[in-house]
């Protein structure tokens, strides 16, 4: 399946000769050499990544891993030093000025970390605004908007002020005006970092909802390895501006690659976020003290069999039965375990 | 002789400096000392153009400077009009029509009309109100023509002043360049004394024309447009002009929609400014024929007119009280919805 979004060797040197300097990186000069014999920063080196349509692709990260400039490099706010960038197969780079506008109005959105919504427009105007731009008729935009706020719950605010709402509900009409974009891809670059704890999971919540009605591919920046696993169905984790694991989340958390995935994932809930199908085995007997579902979490197979560890359940997906998971593994599968060796990623 | 002889003596310009030399006295000074030595030199006088003119012949006076600066300017006088003349004529027709229709229409039509105008501008009923009042008193003692006078150049040249001043700091906000360019000659409109620019405008212009003045108004009131607008713009919130490039909007429609009305606040702010600079330059400008207010000001000065000059004066400061507080208001209602929570 050709990805919807492909990264191929992209590279983000900050600096006046940053072109130049791409060999060098390429050669094994790290970030702290490069900045004393260079001067130049590095942001992103050798980054290389799938995103399948209908995904949410997470890339995760710490303030200063390059996250907010990769996914910038997208709808080319920022220019790669090199690299390709391949949106349905057409290389972003090689576009001009005018044809980057046309993707950039019909192809991408962007949902912003501080909402960046026009203070002197409503919130009604600002989820036209991208219709606006596409030069779509009136009468559709003031539909569309209309909507699209109903949708994300902002019914009877359409003729307020952005300061007159809330963090969480100014959010809503930024998530409102990229999804009146009516584009195959929306980046959200920490889109719900700036919101409290409540509001937060409310949000991931309607994402999730909305995501499973509209299938769009979505790209999703954050900080928050918890909202990572929540919502990722691929989880690309960077640090100093180059991808140090990628893949399937539950996949990373049962075996990270490096110590610093390890040390982030120390402090998850696994039971919360691991599912009975990435711990199950094959199927070896068949007497069962219950069944299960391949995508319930381990949590609530914990619920399930009351705490009893000598248990065993049959795992079903569906009407199939895929497998059977012991409580003793369950319970291994919750304790974080060490680093492989082996480099699997890349 | 004087005291540098002999350094032109040393060098061996001696020859050089008197290839030349008249014995005609060229100063006063010169005068008194040949005639008897009665002005004592100091031993060492500071080198300056006269001391060493005197040593030397060849060597200019500080008069020659200043009178060849004067000379420069009035031979590319012809050429300057030439260019200068058909540009700023649209100012003079401006100015000769907003007086015309200031002086001619009837009081009982002209105060109700700028009263409306205050309350669509202002929305605010007590200034409306103080504005009223204010025509009203200039009426009634008998100022009325005169502040109109001046109410009229300098609504010609703060609109002019805008016209000009925006685009300027629009271009000044989008290149650096510009920026770097024009920084400094509006440091120089704003630190020159304001008589100054009267000296060439006087040599450039008749004083029967309109536009000497206008160009002396709006040449001093330009600056702070200028410079807000390019404020206001590099100011506009970058997550929010990021926002507007990545839903693909061209550099128009993010100047239209995104940056200028953001940065009118701003802009408000300096047209405010610029309203009160012309005002202040419009009764200076009255030296060079720019009727109203301060036509009554100089008389005052002139002809140690106490009374005329103090009513002229204040008549000025409540002129500004209103235009002040009317823009005010039209800024501070375009602020109100964005900072409300």
């Known amino acids: 399946m050709t990805p919807k979004v492909a990264i191929r060797a992209l590279y983000k040197i900050f600096g006046p000769r940053d072109r130049a300097m791409v060999p060098l990186v390429q050669g094994g000069m790290t970030k702290s050499e490069l900045l004393d014999q260079q001067g130049h920063v590095l942001g992103l080196q050798n980054i290389n990544v799938d995103m399948q349509a209908a995904e949410i692709t997470v890339i995760m990260g710490l303030s200063g891993s390059g996250k907010s400039t990769l996914i910038r490099h997208l709808n080319r706010l920022i220019e790669p030093s090199a690299g390709e960038i391949l949106i349905d197969g057409e290389d972003v780079m090689k576009l001009g000025q005018a044809e980057l506008r046309a993707i950039r109005q019909k192809k991408m959105s962007m949902v912003f970390q501080k909402f960046a919504l026009l203070p002197h427009k409503t919130v009604q105007q600002n989820a036209e605004m991208p219709l606006s731009v596409q030069g779509v008729d009136a009468a559709q935009q003031i539909s569309e908007a209309r909507k699209w706020l109903a949708r994300v719950g902002l019914d009877g605010f359409e003729d307020r002020f952005p300061a007159q709402l809330s963090g969480g509900m100014q959010q809503r009409v930024g998530i409102a005006r990229a999804l009146a974009a009516n584009t195959d891809i929306m980046l959200m670059d920490e889109a719900f970092s700036a919101l409290d704890p409540l509001i937060r999971t409310d949000m991931q919540g309607l994402l999730l909802e909305l995501q499973a009605e509209l299938q769009k591919t979505v790209v999703f920046i954050t900080h928050d390895l918890d909202e990572a696993l929540k919502i990722a169905d691929h989880l690309v984790i960077l640090k100093d501006g180059a991808i140090i694991q990628q893949g399937d989340p539950q996949t990373i958390l049962l075996a990270p690659a490096d110590p610093y995935i390890e040390a982030f994932v120390g402090d998850i809930n696994r039971a919360r976020v691991l599912r009975v199908r990435s711990v199950m085995t094959a199927l070896s007997q068949d007497r069962f003290d219950g069944e299960i579902s391949a995508d319930s979490t381990l949590e609530a197979l914990i619920q399930q069999a009351e705490g009893d560890t000598t248990q065993t359940y049959r795992v079903s997906d569906g009407r199939a039965v895929v497998g059977q998971i012991a409580m003793k593994d369950l319970v291994k599968a919750l304790v974080p375990r060490p680093a492989i060796t082996e480099d699997q990623t890349r | ?341």
């Open chain 2, 1 to 341: 002789m004087a005291g540098y002889d002999g350094v032109f003596d040393t060098l061996g310009l001696r020859d050089w400096c008197d290839q030349d030399k008249t014995d005609a006295p060229m100063s006063m000074a010169q005068l008194l000392a040949q005639s008897g030595g009665a002005t004592e030199k100091a031993p060492l006088p500071f080198p300056s153009l006269d001391a060493l003119h005197d040593s030397c012949a060849r060597i200019a006076q500080t008069r020659d400077v200043t009178q060849g600066l004067e000379d420069g300017f009035l031979s590319i006088r012809p050429e300057l009009k030439l260019v200068l003349d058909p540009i700023t004529q649209p100012l003079s027709w401006l100015l000769d029509g907003a007086l015309f229709l200031f002086e001619t229409t009837p009081w009982w039509l002209m105060i109700p009309l700028l009263v409306i105008i205050a309350y669509v501008v202002s929305r605010s009923r007590p200034v409306t109100g103080f504005v009223a009042l204010v025509l009203l008193f200039f009426g009634l003692i008998d100022h009325y023509e005169v502040a109109m006078q001046t109410l009229a150049i300098v609504f010609v040249c703060t609109g002019l002043s805008v016209l000009l001043g925006v685009p300027i700091g629009i271009a000044m906000s989008k290149s650096d360049t510009a920026q770097r360019m024009i920084v400094p000659i509006l440091d120089l409109l704003q630190t020159l004394p304001t008589f100054v620019y009267l000296i060439p405008l006087i040599f450039l212009f008749s004083v029967t024309e309109s536009k000497i003045y206008g160009i002396a108004v709006i040449v001093y009131a330009i600056v702070p447009v200028i410079r807000l607008t390019d404020l206001g713009i590099r100011l506009v919130d970058q997550d929010v002009v990021e926002a507007a490039n990545a839903f693909g909007m061209t550099p128009g429609q993010k100047l239209t929609r995104v940056e200028l009305p953001l940065a009118l606040p701003n802009i408000m702010a300096g047209v405010n400014q610029t309203i009160m600079m012309s005002l202040a330059m419009v009764v200076i400008a009255s030296m060079i024929s720019a009727p109203g207010l301060g036509v009554l000001v100089l008389r005052g000065i002139r002809s140690l007119d106490l009374g005329v000059g103090i009513v002229a004066g204040l008549g000025i400061v409540l002129l500004a009280v209103i235009l002040d507080r009317v823009s005010k208001a039209a800024l501070a209602r375009i602020d109100t919805h964005r900072n409300e929570q």
